[in-house]
């Protein structure tokens, strides 16, 4: 994620892989794909490696073509605009972002994670910024590590405080941490903000809830699962390769070995195809509006089946996982028993035995679902989530 403050405006985009990069992969991938005529008088190999290099390659090199030429439909940006207090953001070069006014905006919510390094620990904190009805833009990410050399001075919230300065430039807000309790860890108090006016309405015209239903939309294999899958298919061809130079050479002492790869890449392959590509290849989802919740279907050329479906009551939550466009749709007891558990986790006064009851209530309680809507546009996603949001609170 890439955070660039100018004069009026704050702008982030998501981390992608360069344009240039992929055209690179496609171009590296080309040319190992015609190695194969180096072998081409090589008395084991001969003919067979020009065959094996264009067989094993030239996919890798399309998937790579493919992704290039995909790199601008889908680049999730968020704009915090000082001019027009408003805070746009969006995914899809073909709609208009969506636009939520500075107001409807209560507060920086920080994610903190921490990851074991050999010379120490490396820290992430991604700064949230946190709607009325819950939903997280992610805005920005601050990464530190602390090393185990003592000498060396470390401060694990300094450059996070500095980041938040500059955000408060534009949206003065309070700042809390990830189980909603205030964030107090900051080296340098930021003002508080005045108390925001809980009983305001927020601004959801956008929502058009009327015409939103049903959305529908085509399910897209992703290249990096195609990418995968082709890497072992060519583990499988290298078998092959090994198990026709010994045949070819009356050899027998590598026939076991190519036999085993050869089994190994195209089991593999056969295995992830089937599971991830196959069974989704030309299918289509749709989420229907119920009378009392809503259902997600998937369709393909055999029908309509129902995957999931949940009702609205008083004790359902539901969560919007940005950019992966992920909806976790939970129970509200289970989310408190998350929550409980977590506090009790990290509070080093909690006994064994408070830890235990949380975690057997977290069991006892856990009915979460999770809709995957990342080939839908952030701008639809987004609409969906509030108009669920907006319907929970009204219950």
Same mark, same amino acid.
């Given at each position: 994620?890439?955070?660039?403050?100018?004069?009026?405006?704050?702008?982030?985009?998501?981390?992608?892989?360069?344009?240039?990069?992929?055209?690179?992969?496609?171009?590296?991938?080309?040319?190992?794909?015609?190695?194969?005529?180096?072998?081409?008088?090589?008395?084991?190999?001969?003919?067979?490696?020009?065959?094996?290099?264009?067989? *094993?390659? *030239?996919?890798?090199?399309?998937?790579?073509?493919? &992704?290039?030429?995909?790199?601008?439909?889908?680049?999730?940006?968020?704009?915090?605009?000082?001019?027009?207090?408003?805070?746009?953001?969006?995914?899809?070069?073909?709609?208009?972002?969506?636009?939520?006014?500075? &107001?409807?905006?209560?507060?920086?919510?920080?994610?903190?994670?921490?990851?074991?390094?050999?010379?120490?620990?490396?820290?992430?904190?991604?700064?949230?910024?946190?709607?009325?009805?819950?939903?997280?833009?992610?805005?920005?990410?601050?990464?530190?590590?602390?090393?185990?050399?003592?000498? @060396?001075?470390?401060?694990?919230?300094?450059?996070?405080?500095?980041?938040?300065?500059?955000?408060?430039?534009?949206?003065?807000?309070?700042?809390?941490?990830?189980?909603?309790?205030?964030?107090?860890?900051?080296?340098?108090?930021?003002?508080?903000?005045?108390?925001?006016?809980?009983?305001?309405?927020?601004?959801?015209?956008?929502?058009?809830?009327?015409?939103?239903?049903?959305?529908?939309?085509?399910?897209?294999?992703?290249?990096?699962?195609?990418?995968?899958?082709?890497?072992?298919?060519?583990?499988?061809?290298?078998?092959?390769?090994?198990?026709?130079?010994?045949?070819?050479?009356?050899?027998?002492?590598?026939?076991?070995?190519?036999?085993?790869?050869?089994?190994?890449?195209?089991?593999?392959?056969?295995?992830?195809?089937?599971?991830?590509?196959?069974?989704?290849?030309?299918?289509?989802?749709?989420?229907?509006?119920?009378?009392?919740?809503?259902?997600?279907?998937?369709?393909?050329?055999?029908?309509?089946?129902?995957?999931?479906?949940?009702?609205? *009551?008083?004790?359902?939550?539901?969560?919007?996982?940005?950019? &992966?466009?992920?909806?976790?749709?939970?129970?509200?007891?289970?989310?408190?028993?998350?929550?409980?558990?977590? @506090? &009790?986790?990290?509070?080093?006064?909690?006994?064994?035995?408070?830890?235990?009851?949380?975690?057997?209530?977290?069991?006892?309680?856990?009915?979460?679902?999770?809709?995957?809507?990342?080939?839908?546009?952030?701008?639809?996603?987004?609409?969906?989530?509030?108009?669920?949001?907006?319907?929970?609170?009204?219950?």
């Amino acid at each position: 994620m890439e955070t660039t403050f100018l004069q009026n405006s704050i702008l982030i985009q998501g981390a992608n892989v360069h344009p240039y990069v992929l055209l690179l992969g496609a171009i590296v991938w080309g040319i190992l794909s015609l190695l194969g005529i180096l072998f081409w008088k090589h008395p084991m190999i001969g003919k067979k490696g020009i065959l094996f290099s264009l067989l *094993t390659f *030239t996919p890798l090199s399309l998937v790579c073509v493919k &992704s290039y030429q995909e790199t601008n439909s889908f680049s999730y940006h968020v704009q915090v605009d000082g001019e027009s207090k408003q805070v746009r953001f969006g995914d899809t070069q073909g709609m208009n972002d969506l636009e939520i006014p500075f &107001s409807d905006w209560v507060s920086y919510q920080i994610h903190s994670d921490a990851e074991s390094k050999k010379d120490g620990w490396k820290y992430t904190d991604t700064i949230y910024l946190k709607h009325r009805l819950g939903l997280l833009i992610p805005v920005s990410t601050i990464t530190v590590r602390k090393y185990t050399d003592k000498t @060396k001075e470390f401060s694990r919230y300094l450059d996070l405080n500095r980041e938040l300065k500059k955000f408060f430039r534009f949206i003065p807000l309070p700042i809390e941490d990830e189980l909603g309790d205030p964030f107090s860890e900051l080296p340098i108090p930021l003002d508080p903000p005045k108390a925001l006016d809980s009983n305001t309405s927020p601004n959801l015209e956008f929502l058009l809830p009327n015409s939103l239903f049903p959305i529908q939309w085509e399910h897209s294999i992703s290249n990096a699962n195609w990418f995968f899958s082709f890497c072992l298919l060519a583990v499988g061809h290298l078998g092959l390769l090994i198990l026709l130079a010994n045949l070819t050479n009356k050899e027998m002492s590598n026939i076991k070995m190519g036999v085993v790869i050869l089994l190994l890449g195209y089991l593999s392959f056969g295995i992830q195809f089937y599971f991830w590509i196959g069974k989704k290849m030309g299918m289509s989802y749709q989420i229907e509006r119920l009378s009392d919740g809503y259902a997600l279907y998937g369709i393909t050329k055999k029908g309509k089946e129902k995957l999931q479906e949940w009702k609205q *009551t008083e004790d359902l939550m539901v969560h919007l996982e940005l950019p &992966s466009k992920y909806i976790w749709v939970q129970s509200r007891k289970s989310y408190e028993s998350t929550r409980s558990l977590a @506090k &009790s986790l990290l509070d080093p006064n909690s006994e064994l035995t408070s830890t235990l009851n949380h975690t057997k209530d977290l069991f006892t309680s856990s009915q979460a679902q999770r809709w995957d809507l990342s080939d839908l546009p952030m701008e639809v996603a987004v609409r969906f989530f509030l108009v669920l949001c907006q319907r929970l609170d009204s219950i």
